[in-house]
C-alpha cells in the first residue's frame, strides 16, 4: 500500500524553526521528484518547494526562499522541510507529494497533511 506520512506540524512562535518529515512506502521512493505544498485557509494550494529524485535541483516559492531547505534521504525513503525564520503567513496545513512521469503515465501520491500553525 502506498502510503505518504506526514510528521513534525505544530504550533510555533515566530521566528521559530520546525522540521517537517515525509516517510514513503509502497514504492520506489528513489524514482520519485518530491514536493511539499501547503495549503492556508481560504487560499489555493502552494508550492513550497521540489527536489529531483537524486536530491538535486531544489526550488522554492519566493515567499520561502532564504527560509525553508528541502532535502531527502533515498535511504531512509524521507524527505524533510527544514523551515527557519516562521512568519504568521506560513500557517498552513502542509502536504508531501511524490511525483513521477514514464512514457504516457503519470505517478502521483500525497500524503495526509501536516499542520503548522504560526503564532504567539
Known amino acids: 500500500q502506498v502510503q505518504l506520512v506526514e510528521s513534525g506540524g505544530g504550533l510555533v512562535q515566530p521566528g521559530g524553526s520546525l522540521r517537517l518529515s515525509c516517510a514513503a512506502s509502497?514504492?520506489?521512493?528513489?524514482?520519485?521528484?518530491m514536493t511539499w505544498y501547503r495549503q492556508a485557509p481560504g487560499k489555493e494550494r502552494e508550492l513550497v518547494a521540489s527536489?529531483?529524485?537524486?536530491?538535486?535541483?531544489?526550488h522554492y516559492a519566493d515567499s520561502v526562499k532564504g527560509r525553508f531547505t528541502i532535502s531527502r534521504d533515498n535511504e531512509k525513503n524521507t524527505v524533510y522541510l527544514q523551515m527557519n525564520s516562521l512568519k504568521p503567513e506560513d500557517t498552513a496545513i502542509y502536504y508531501c507529494?511524490?511525483?513521477?512521469?514514464?512514457?504516457?503515465?503519470?505517478?502521483?501520491?500525497w500524503g495526509q497533511g501536516t499542520q503548522v500553525t504560526v503564532s504567539s
Open positions: 507529494n511524490a511525483v513521477r512521469g514514464e512514457g504516457s503515465r503519470l505517478y502521483d501520491y
Open positions: 527536489i529531483t529524485r537524486a536530491g538535486g535541483s531544489p
Open positions: 509502497g514504492f520506489t521512493f528513489s524514482r520519485y521528484a
